[in-house]
């Protein structure tokens, strides 16, 4: 409840509470007040009691923002307003881990009004050099989590804006610094590594072959897969419908009701075999989820499993994560001529754009092979056909006008 303090003979200091800080010191936002001299006792206090409790209000709704207030002070009712809210809980966590640990420290006690874009840039310079890591780890940190930071500030500071605490986003005037170009490997197997893999693990424990075949036919994120229910599988229609996902914070799992966004909340077909896989397992458990395994699992099962192969074979596996058997889906549906937008709803990106972005390599690799396939197949055509003469050029005479 909001307090009232009389400073002088019409003037009064409202203070209401609002959080605690990440050291755990009170937060409170005040408001001086002063009244009409003419009010009689009564009628100022029948005001001030007014006045106090739309501030309140204000306050716990998140309408009354100080202009005065430090980035780590708005970081701090954003958390709350926005973070709680809006961002789902394993996000939060990381973002909360990345703004106590190295933003905060380095521009959380500048105004929010004095920020600037040079402020942003020597934090992201301090982020490169040696030694600064908080881990202990020798060298700086990676371009990646230096990105990661600018979109963590980003983000917070177009609240700003859209809250009418900051009209400009400075963050949108920076660019993090660029690391050097490496080549990404290959997180996922190509077809004939696909049939392989499959045909290995046809004597594994029945569970984690019902687990590698959805993930490679369905294309399924792991936070998709852990937490489908026997009630989200349709054997009659072949469907599988995909609308929660499971969260590993803090060393405790999370299974939240809705997926990652609108699109991830989706139904999609899959092969009779995997079906059967499925109604046999069902047959042997008595769980109400389909797949009772801790988040980690499964990603330490299939690494093992592809060591054994390696050990014994001659021809390697490639040692993806568990996430790869999503991009083997892609992969092999976008080699197999499927359209984008099909892949693209299938897999529960937001847009068809996401998917071209993350496949644009593999992609471009199929158009180039497609292009020389094509070049074979003319020339192979052209190299038996009759030459083409050409025809004299017939000259015809203009209709005289009258």
Known sequence: MASIKKRGDNTYQI????????????????????????????????????IAAKFEDDVKSGRHLDQTITFEGFVMRWLIDHGETQLRIKTLSSYRSELESKILPAIGHIKMSKLQPLHLIKFYEK????????DGRPGSYSTRTIKYC???ISSVLQSAV?????SDNVAKRVKPPKGAATEKKNNYFDEKQAITFLRYVENAPLKYRVLMHIAIYGGLRLEETLPLMWQDIDFVNR???????????NRKQHIEDDAKNIS????????????????????????????DMHYSTPGHWLRKTIDRYNATHEEKL????????????????????????????????RDASTTLNIYSHYIKSRDEAASDALEGLLNHKTENLPTICLLPTVKTRKKRTK
Request: glycine share 6%.
């Open 162 to 166: 859209h809250w009418q605490v900051l």
């Open 318 to 349: 490639p040692r993806i994560s568990f996430h790869g058997l999503r991009h083997t889906n892609a992969t092999l549906l976008i080699s197999e001529g499927l359209d984008i937008r099909t892949v693209s709803g299938r897999l529960g990106h």
């Open 264 to 291: 991830s909340t989706r139904r999609i077909t899959i092969p009779r075999h995997v079906i059967e896989l499925l109604r046999e397992q069902r047959a042997q458990v008595d769980d109400e989820r389909v797949f």
């Open 239 to 249: 469907t599988i419908n995909i609308n929660k996902v499971l969260v590993y914070v």
């Open 15 to 50: 203070t209401v509470s609002n959080g605690y800080d990440r050291n755990g010191k009170k937060l409170s936002e005040f408001k001086t007040v002063t009244l009409d001299p003419d009010m009689t006792a009564k009628q100022q206090e029948k005001e001030i009691a007014r």
């Open 127 to 134: 982020l490169k050099e040696d030694g600064v890591r908080l």
């Open 150 to 152: 600018h979109q963590i």
